[in-house]
């Protein structure tokens, strides 16, 4: 058969995918690179407080406690944002609800007065009612067609009158009168088990089921079939797999492992709050992409083990942070805000600096 | 085995752009045709192939493949039995997801909802054997991610993805345009090889009228959303690519306007 060469613009753009891989990869090593000098003056400025005040061994353990807990939450912000592609801004909402159902469950109220506990079955059901939320996020993009980024805050806006429903119209409310996941544990085990011991282990179960969980069901064939939808969405169609079903699917995992997430702080920290959840959205981010650092950009399973250790990592960070003088807790957000646009940042930055390097080369030599 | 009657769209309706792809188009299709198709720019070619696949519904008329009507079922579920294959070779694959998964996904199609594992270890043995066939030396590249392939590599895995589920009907769309002449040469050996192995009923798009009137067994022609020439046998085994120009200019009063076939026309020197 005779072939005959004629302009295609097609192939240029495929050589430029390929070349752009190329690129992605060498983005991705300086990028590590970057981040490892960062965390590393961090430490080295913090060295000398720490040597002053002494290194304190709760503080970090509390860190590793909260780290794993938030860990469930960067599990979730991996699939919508690394899986599907989709930053999905409902984990502002379905964190508190997750928080709330849970805190909810705990302090019931029965019928003559008393206060009757189900933590265990209240973060089972908070983990159902994030994934519910999630659905709603999905059905709203896929099925309405509204843009995914305001499908989110449009279920996140809804989620705050719920939370405050479920919450008994307050804002505010404490377990004190309880009995929570930890405590329960350790009346079950004979009531006289380190209690920072049981703080450690809880989350410690929670995030290696979580993991193990989400390791098999992305290989599994609906799995594979969530992968492709972030990955290639024409190609799902062509295999006969509604991309729809598949969003809505992802993301209602996602918010539920958000949800379960605020679930289990509210058992660790003893109250559910209202206004927690604001910016959960950018700490997940955070998470996700200091484990990228450490871990780079490989298989799914890999990332899920890397969003966790960032989410720890995190939390050791605002420990350090916490400690240098002038540094007041509620700078954390905006931390959090500027760590996630530096790490966004960064390809573009050095595509700009290869750019402006080619330019004054070309100058040199003309 | 394809029947499409009355097949009418139109893009823009109503406004100064108003464009009509298919005007009442007519065409029956025999199970086991090799069909290729070409026409000028703008000829309704590929607005044909979206309707068939299912990318867009028709403004008026029905397609009906196998007896049953899909005039008005969805894409993704047309796709269960109608297998296509793009220009850009980067359509047809998720570029992170390494072969096996890539070819399990398109294997499965059809267990929706499944919890069982994505790839399957005797599947692989399957895909492996397939792969082997093509000679590039995909077989022994199963866990690397599809995104590493080069343009013709990615193509020739498409195109078992399109087949390997059995479909009723494969849809080609210039696949081998994006390629360089030595991998669409390659590809286009494949097809040839898979479509008579499988005796799939198949359409295809080209800008190459003598690839066209070489390949398969039967050539239609269209021209403002119809086909202005339908020709198999042996009158077309008889026809020149001279002579199909002349048939054009006289049935569509103009002459044949397609950038890319100019060009094949020059290099041939016909």
């Known amino acids: ?40 003056l961090l430490f080295l400025f913090t060295k000398r407080k720490r040597r002053e005040r002494g290194f304190e061994m709760t503080l970090m353990v509390g860190s590793l406690q909260l780290g794993l807990i938030y860990g469930l939450l960067a599990l979730g912000i991996y699939i919508t944002f690394r899986i599907l592609g989709i930053p999905d801004l409902t984990a502002d909402g379905s964190f508190t609800l997750g928080m709330s159902v849970s805190a909810a469950m705990t302090v019931l109220q029965t019928a003559d007065g008393t206060v009757l506990s189900l933590p265990g079955l209240g973060i089972f059901l908070a983990f159902l009612a994030g994934m519910a939320a999630g659905a709603v996020t999905g059905c709203l993009q896929t099925k309405l067609g509204i843009h995914p980024i305001l499908s989110g805050i ?49 989350p410690v179960l929670f995030c290696v089921a979580a993991f193990l969980i989400l390791s098999w069901f992305f290989r599994t064939h609906l799995g594979l079939c969530i992968r492709a939808t972030g990955n290639n969405e024409d190609m799902v169609t062509a295999s006969s797999i509604n991309v ?39 700490v997940g981010l955070a998470s996700v992409i200091i484990g990228e650092v450490f871990f780079g950009k490989r298989s799914v399973v890999i990332g899920f083990a890397s969003a966790i250790t960032g989410a720890v990592i995190y939390r050791f960070l605002i420990a350090l942070a916490l400690k240098i003088d002038g540094f007041p807790a509620y700078a954390l957000k905006l931390v959090s805000a500027v760590i996630v646009i530096i790490a966004l940042s960064i390809p573009t930055v050095q595509a700009k600096l290869r750019f402006a390097r080619q330019k004054r080369e070309a100058k040199q030599h003309a | 085995m394809l029947d499409i009657t009355g097949a009418s769209k139109t893009f823009l309706q109503g406004t100064v752009n108003e464009h009509v792809a298919l005007n009442r188009l007519d065409l029956h299709l025999d199970a086991g045709e090799f069909v290729t198709i070409v026409g000028s720019n703008g000829a309704g070619k590929s607005t044909l192939f ?10 008026s008329g029905r397609i009906s493949l196998e007896s049953r009507d899909i005039t008005y079922l969805t894409e993704h579920k047309r796709a269960a039995f109608i297998g296509r294959i793009f220009q850009d070779p980067v359509k047809g694959t998720a570029p992170d997801m390494t072969i096996e998964e890539n070819l399990s996904l398109a294997y499965n199609r059809r267990k929706l909802f499944g919890l069982n594992m994505g790839v399957q270890k005797k599947d692989v043995v399957f ?49 081998t345009a994006a390629l360089d002449p030595a991998a669409a040469e390659k590809v286009m050996a494949i097809t040839r090889d898979i479509v008579s192995r499988e005796k799939l009923t198949t359409m295809m798009i080209t800008h190459n009228i003598r690839s066209a009137l070489r390949t398969g067994t039967r050539t239609i022609m269209l021209e403002d959303g119809k086909v202005i020439l339908d020709i198999s046998g042996k009158e077309r085994e008889e026809m020149t690519v001279s002579r199909l120009m002349e048939l054009y200019s006289h049935k569509a009063n103009k002459t044949l306007d397609n950038d890319r076939m100019l060009l094949t026309k020059d290099e041939n020197g016909q």
């Open chain 2, 50 to 59: 979206n309707a068939i696949g299912g990318t867009f519904y028709l403004d």
């Open chain 1, 1 to 40: 058969m005779a072939t005959f060469y004629y302009p295609c613009p097609r192939l240029q753009s495929a050589e430029r995918d390929v070349s752009s891989f190329k690129l992605a990869e060498r983005d991705v090593s300086s990028f590590k690179l970057a981040g490892r000098v960062f965390f590393l």
């Open chain 1, 244 to 282: 729809d079903a598949m969003k809505i699917t992802a993301i209602a995992i996602a918010n539920g492992c958000v949800a379960l997430s605020g679930a289990v702080l509210a058992q660790y920290q003893g109250y559910a709050d209202l206004s927690s959840g604001t910016g959960t959205v950018v």
């Open chain 1, 154 to 202: 449009l279920t996140m806006s809804g989620l705050y009158t719920v939370n405050l429903l479920i919450l008994g119209s307050r804002s505010n409310v404490s377990l004190i009168n309880g009995v929570g996941l930890f405590d329960s544990l350790n009346l079950m085990l004979g009531g006289d088990v380190d209690k920072n011991l049981i703080r450690t282990v809880i």
């Open chain 2, 127 to 175: 895909f492996r054997e397939q792969l082997s066939q093509f000679g590039m030396g995909l077989e022994d590249r199963m866990k690397h991610k599809v995104g590493l392939l080069s343009g013709g590599q990615r193509q020739a895995l498409t195109l078992l993805m399109a087949t390997i589920a059995g479909p009723r009907l494969l849809l080609l769309d210039e696949h």
